[in-house]
């Protein structure tokens, strides 16, 4: 073995040996789990975090055909945006969908982390990739923040655009951003619009701050049908679907899995968990 094969070969058993609870480390480094809202359950769901990491896939959602797809790529590890187990279980059998994607996980010794609103509320987290998405400059956190140790973390982020655009032109650069068959929005603003807010996932509770902040428009995932009334002309309102607006928070991981645990292979999910059709 010459001296180069031999170095080759350590340096590849070194990063077989990664184990679960370092891949879980690095991430709530990333986002630390007090980020978290009152009502959420992100961190450790199903699973073992001694064991050496065989591959992580990446999703937003955990079901039953996501454990097939780690099962099929001989992955010990999945990530998520949203937690598996969100309410309380009294009893693991097959009653429903999470119980049985439960029973599959650990029967198939697959470890199953969750980052929710962690990650929603975590500097260059889920808000910050959506605006990146839009092309939006200067990013920041807008409304209440959250100092956790050094960390400060946000729910909602606000930018700018390059240069004021039309609603409709900017609706259209939503529709093709974040692959979106319709956009629910409220009357189109007259004024260009430059300065975006943010919120991934269901956002209602911070339109007020965002006019506040003068924003031009507020994009989200989802919103009530009255959060919608007295808003005419004053913000531009654009809900373009909870699950497309978190699409790319897998990527956010797989950023820094790569990062912080070289070797660890990871897979994007090619599993579309979105539950809602447009017909």
Do not use: W
């Not at 697959?110 to 609103?117: D, E, F, N, P, R």
């Not at 260059?124 to 140790?149: H, Y």
């Not at 729910?155 to 974040?178: P, T």
């Not at 660890?264 to 599993?271: A, I, P, W």
């Amino acid at each position: 073995m010459t001296e180069n094969s031999y170095i080759c070969t350590k340096f590849f058993k070194k990063l077989k040996s990664v184990k679960i609870k370092e891949v879980v480390s690095a991430l709530e480094r990333f986002a630390p789990l007090p980020l978290q809202e009152g009502f959420d359950n992100a961190g450790l769901q199903v699973g073992l975090t001694e064991t050496e990491v065989s591959g992580a896939l990446l999703c937003l959602d955990v079901t039953e055909r996501v454990v097939d797809e780690a099962i099929a790529l001989g992955c010990n590890l999945i990530v998520s945006h949203h937690p598996l187990i969100f309410h309380a279980l009294k009893r693991v059998s097959d009653d429903n969908d999470v119980q049985r994607t439960v029973v599959k996980a650990i029967k198939n010794d697959i470890t199953v982390v969750s980052m929710h609103t962690n990650a929603d509320n975590a500097p260059s987290g889920v808000n910050f990739k959506i605006a990146e998405r839009m092309g939006l400059k200067d990013v920041r956190f807008f409304g209440p923040e959250k100092l956790v140790g050094d960390i400060m973390g946000g729910s909602g982020v606000i930018g700018e655009l390059k240069e004021g655009v039309k609603a409709q032109d900017f609706m259209m650069m939503l529709k093709r951003q974040f692959d979106v068959a319709c956009i629910m929005a409220n009357q189109l603003l007259q004024r260009p619009i430059r300065r975006v807010a943010i919120c991934g996932g269901a956002g209602a509770f911070l339109l007020g701050d965002a006019i506040r902040a003068g924003a031009d428009a507020f994009v989200t995932g989802e919103m009530h049908y009255h959060d919608y009334f007295g808003h005419e002309q004053e913000i531009q309102i654009a809900v373009i679907g909870h699950y497309q607006s978190e699409q790319f928070t897998n990527e956010i991981f797989k950023e820094v899995i790569e990062r912080e645990c070289p070797g660890v292979k990871c897979f994007l999910t090619k599993t579309n968990t979105n539950p809602i059709v447009y017909v």
